[in-house]
């Protein structure tokens, strides 16, 4: 990862995206109107064949600059975003998702300047192709147990990291699988506790990797987390397996509650 030096700008907005021109063209016009320039936008393409690169190639814009080539998989080329950043504070917007409004970056720009956090995160609202809002993710208390233990988490869309912090926690790892992100920012946890900014910061359209998991996919997950981390509740695999059984139980019956009420936030 580059150091970020004295002129570098204020945001890398990290991007990846393959065979997706119609996501990378909404997260585009998400970018190019913010009322904030002082970022570069860093787009790892997997090797597209959709026309992306042709698109990509014919824009006029200072900030943007784009690789194309294979990968290993979604955080594998999130990794290589990491390693091209410059900026004072990361944030990584893949295709097809959005910045809540124009002021985003603004917004966060100064709430980092008042607050000097090294990480912080905000709401995101989970849109459908017509941008109907059709779920919020809207962790206002953020508990580090919670976290670890897969009860609540973080749209990687709405967390700005510094760069000094992304420096200390390293890359995604890929082997955790589509809760990488999560593990990433649970890391970043055991290292600084976030700040909260009280508004919404993305837009996540429906359709991403993890549509389709079940409600307490990311408890399991969590479980194996610990597990690769020498972190079982109490040393015991036996007691950090019932309590997870519980949670995850749990988890299901509050995802069936919230279904009959018709969803809306969670």
Same mark, same amino acid.
């Given at each position: ?10 945001? !890398? ?16 016009? *998400? ?15 997997g090797a597209s064949t959709d026309g992306s690169l042709e698109w990509l190639a014919?824009? *006029? ?15 594998? #080329? ?21 910045? #809540? ?18 990480? #912080? ?30 009860? %609540? *988490?973080?749209?990687h869309q709405s967390a700005f990291f510094t760069h000094a912090l992304v420096s ?7 082997? +955790?699988? +589509? ?30 990797? *993890? ?5 307490? #996919?990311? +408890? ?15 040393? !015991?695999?036996?007691?950090? !397996? ?10 299901? +019956?509050? %995802? ?11």
């Amino acid at each position: 990862m580059t150091s970020a030096e004295p002129d570098a700008p204020r945001f !890398s907005i990290i991007t990846i995206g393959r065979n997706d021109l119609d996501g990378l063209r909404n997260t585009w016009q *998400s970018i190019v109107t913010q009322d904030f320039h002082d970022f570069e936008w860093l787009i790892v393409d997997g090797a597209s064949t959709d026309g992306s690169l042709e698109w990509l190639a014919s824009q *006029s814009m200072d900030q943007l600059s784009f690789v194309s080539e294979p990968d290993n998989g979604i955080y594998d #080329a999130m990794n290589k975003g990491i390693a091209r950043a410059t900026g004072e504070i990361l944030v990584f917007i893949n295709s097809g998702d959005m910045f #809540a409004t124009i002021e985003t970056l603004a917004l966060v720009d100064q709430d980092q300047k008042m607050r000097g956090w090294s990480w #912080a995160y905000g709401a995101m609202n989970v849109v459908d192709s017509e941008r109907n809002v059709i779920d919020v993710n809207n962790w206002r208390n953020f508990n580090t147990w919670q976290l670890r233990m897969g009860l %609540h *988490s973080i749209g990687h869309q709405s967390a700005f990291f510094t760069h000094a912090l992304v420096s200390k926690v390293g890359l995604y790892r890929s082997e +955790v699988g +589509v809760q990488s992100d999560q593990d990433f920012m649970l890391r970043a946890a055991d290292l600084a506790e976030p700040a909260y900014i009280d508004e919404v910061l993305a837009l996540l359209e429906t359709g991403g990797v *993890s549509s389709g998991l079940e409600p307490d #996919a990311f +408890v399991r997950k969590a479980q194996m987390i610990r597990q690769m981390d020498d972190r079982l509740l109490w040393g !015991s695999a036996l007691a950090d !397996s019932l309590l997870t059984s519980v949670l995850a139980a749990t988890k299901r +019956v509050r %995802h069936r509650i919230w279904l009959m009420r018709g969803g809306g936030t969670s």
